[in-house]
């Protein structure tokens, strides 16, 4: 192992000894050596004692931690940490099961590998990297998929264009690293897809509503609902199998209304129950009726930044607000937040300030988060990210 050495001021040594992935950049002493960014560093605490390797980085957090062992990160590294990643998937059995092969392989500091994303969706892997260490790394984390999986997998695509820090200018391109051009369908608890990562959002489908979207199917029968900010439907086909009376999904982007519209008919060809539109959520939610009794909300992340937490807060109880106006009584809304920023309890706080507003009785029925292919390290909190109420309107 000879990686430069960063040397931690004193007491700032506490949040590694506790497993916290991270080294911010205030509790650096110095660096010996000039290390790129990207590279490998060693970590080091008061009295040169050895705490953590890691992908080095410009910017708040500094170094992400890989391993706190000391340990050479090599092709047995990769395979050792994407091979306990899909050992789990399996024993949640996401993978490759008759009606299941859509699964998030690897969420970043949850599997222990801050900066990295996987999602597999079928035989291919969509590859994700946020750092710049793991940008680096992509060629060796192909490797890893490839003997992990082996079989099962036939295509991995990388996608970091919009995810890697623009600053340390990486020049990254999408494109495959292994195989090409697939042509397959991903299945979901039974359902049909297209995915479209080349220019889909995140890597393609929101993985992380799977469990969700699987509740509300329970609560769709004879339901009029309305999905908004559908992106490719997932929500909408679940509540067509729960034998939904009618499925409204709204999105404001033409391409994911597109997708929607193929998946629906990939799935109930001629089915008239269902209609789409590509308009704002906002403009739609105000000119609609008091048509319907199960509403989803679940918009883009509106908060990025803490600093714009407050705004969030508010956008969120706007939001609610008109769906509460809007209800029919005995109506259920499934509303989510996935901005990390907003704490469980600020989002609920938000939906309360909208449900008060309305002035109607909301009781909470359900209090939902992310599935266990997208893990929580109990050792970085952050990591929760996904938060979601089902509320009961009289
Ligand atoms: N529920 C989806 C994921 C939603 S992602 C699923 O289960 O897959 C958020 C979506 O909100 C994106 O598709 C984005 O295009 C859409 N969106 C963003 N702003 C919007 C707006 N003002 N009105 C309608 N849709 C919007």
Redesign the pocket.
Known sequence: MDYCKVYLKPKKEESLLRLHPWVFSGAIQSIAGSPEEGDLVAVYGSNNRFLAVGHYQIGSIMVRILSFTERTINAGFWEERIGAAYQLRQSLGLVNTPTNNTYRLIHGEGDSLPGLVIDVYAGTAVVQAHSAGMHYARHQVADALKEVLGDNLQHIYYKSEATLPYKANLGSEDGYLYGGHPDEVALENGLRFYVDWLKG??TG??VD?REN?SLLEHYSKDRSVL?????????SFYAMRGGAELVHS????AK?IHLTNKNVELNFPGDERHQAFA??????LDKAGENYNLI?L???AFAKHKNVLRNALQGYRKLNAIAFEKIRPGGIIFT?S?SQVVSKENFRLAVFSAAAQSGRNVRILYQLTQPADHPVNIYHPEGEYLKGLVLYVE
């Open positions: 959002q995140k489908f929101f509503q979207r999905n908004m900010f559908c992106y490719t439907g997932g929500f709204v999105d404001s982007s994911a308009e704002d959520a906002f403009k739609f989803i679940d918009p883009p989510f996935c």
